[in-house]
Each structure stands twice: as structure tokens, then as C-alpha cells.
Nanobody, 128 residues
Framework: QVQLVESGGGLVQAGGSLRLSCAAS????????MGWFRQAPGKEREFVAA????????YYADSVKGRFAISRDNAKNTAYLQMNSLKPEDTAAYYC?????????????????????WGQGTQVTVSS
């Protein structure tokens, strides 16, 4: 089992920045990839970014490429999402997620249905 807890959300003006954190426990953190997703009211949950187990590979949705950066600190069992140049359309609940697959042989980025563990979410609101 993996437990994930997000933090760092809040209210920010357009053009501003936030950094989200995702603290993980319950399994060797350095063994698996991590992902971030978001869900706006009335919309489906969408993929934002993913990072592989050692942090050397990242993958982003086109909508956030060049503005968001995913990273991880395996010594702290924590993944991060640095969000810059925020836009009102970035307003959503943000979730971190982890796949069940562990090890260097796992496919990257994980397919959405391969994310088995989810945090409770943290709200990000960007005002215009």
C-alpha cells in the first residue's frame, strides 16, 4: 500500500507561482514513478505530469509544458509540482498518484489506468 498526501495549494493571481508537494509513505518511494493530475469542476480528471523512479525522465501535458516542472526528492519521500505563470484555466483540484508497478522495468509514463494510489487532492485557484 501507498499513502499519498498533497499540500501547497491555495489562491494565487494569474501569472503567479505555487509549489505542490506530495508526501508518500508505505512503500519504497524510489522504486516507482509519480504523477500529478488535476480536475476542474464539471470536467474529467486530466493528466498533468509524470516523473520516473529516479527523476531522470519527465513527461508533461501540452497545456502545462514550459510552465510546470515535476521533481522528486527520494531521500524525503516527496514529489513536487512547481507551477509558474499560472492561468485561471489551471484552477482545479490537484492530485498526486502512484502506479503499482515498481522498478526500472516499468513503462514510462504510466498509463492512466495504471495509477493505483491517489492522494486526497489540494485545491489550486488562480484569479484573473
Amino acid at each position: 500500500q501507498v499513502q499519498l498526501v498533497e499540500s501547497g495549494g491555495g489562491l494565487v493571481q494569474a501569472g503567479g507561482s505555487l509549489r505542490l508537494s506530495c508526501a508518500a509513505s508505505g512503500r519504497t518511494f524510489s522504486a516507482y514513478a509519480m504523477g500529478w493530475f488535476r480536475q476542474a469542476p464539471g470536467k474529467e480528471r486530466e493528466f498533468v505530469a509524470a516523473i520516473n523512479w529516479n527523476g531522470l525522465r519527465t513527461y508533461y501535458a501540452d497545456s502545462v509544458k514550459g510552465r510546470f516542472a515535476i521533481s522528486r526528492d527520494n531521500a524525503k519521500n516527496t514529489a513536487y509540482l512547481q507551477m509558474n505563470s499560472l492561468k485561471p484555466e489551471d484552477t482545479a483540484a490537484y492530485y498526486c498518484a502512484a502506479p503499482r508497478c515498481t522498478g526500472a522495468g516499468c513503462p514510462f509514463p504510466p498509463l492512466r489506468y495504471n495509477y493505483n494510489y491517489w492522494g486526497q487532492g489540494t485545491q489550486v485557484t488562480v484569479s484573473s
